[in-house]
């Protein structure tokens, strides 16, 4: 990874749709060495995929939830088992093991809160929990699929 490297991943997270071209020009190389190094950080799986972003409003999506999971269960056995179930709703779109006072935190989206009863009563009966907090987000303040660049090191 390079600078140049950097600024084309930087071009590239904020606007999936710019052609080679566009993001030659943006960082000062032909559109061939382009499309090279674009190619190479996609076979060494830096670029891991290429996404569209929808409008959760248009959709009628617009609940954040933030769910807090203990769980008296520390084996990789029912950690498995509970993953799959959890990457099972399509309401979650974020899963992630915790440290600290929460063993796993999920973020789940949802239309309305009828809509969230609806999942929490299949989550809390898919695997043995000990605790499970809700915490609905009042405002999204900033969201962003973009990673900090800066602190990645370039030559």
């Not at 997270?13 to 674009?38: F, H, K, Y």
């Not at 950080?41 to 769910?67: C, P, S, T």
Request: with cysteine; aromatic share 10%.
């Amino acid at each position: 990874m390079d600078k140049i490297d950097n600024k084309i991943l930087g071009l590239i997270q904020e606007n999936g749709e710019l052609s080679t071209a566009e993001i030659a020009e943006a960082v000062g190389l032909s559109t061939t060495p382009c499309w090279r190094r674009i190619q190479r950080m996609e076979q060494e799986g830096i670029i891991a995929n290429r996404v569209v972003l929808l409008n959760r409003d248009k959709l009628n999506l617009g609940i954040d939830v933030f769910v807090a999971v203990k769980t008296n269960q520390h084996n990789w056995e029912w950690l498995a088992e509970f993953s799959e179930t959890v990457s099972k709703f399509q309401e979650v779109v974020e899963f992630y093991r915790m440290a600290g006072e929460s063993d796993y935190l999920l973020r789940v989206v949802v239309p309305d809160i009828p809509a969230f009863d609806k999942f929490y009563k299949k989550l809390v009966q898919s695997a043995g929990l000990a605790d499970v907090s809700s915490s609905f987000a009042m405002e999204q303040i900033k969201f962003t699929t973009a990673l900090p660049l800066s602190y990645v090191d370039s030559v």
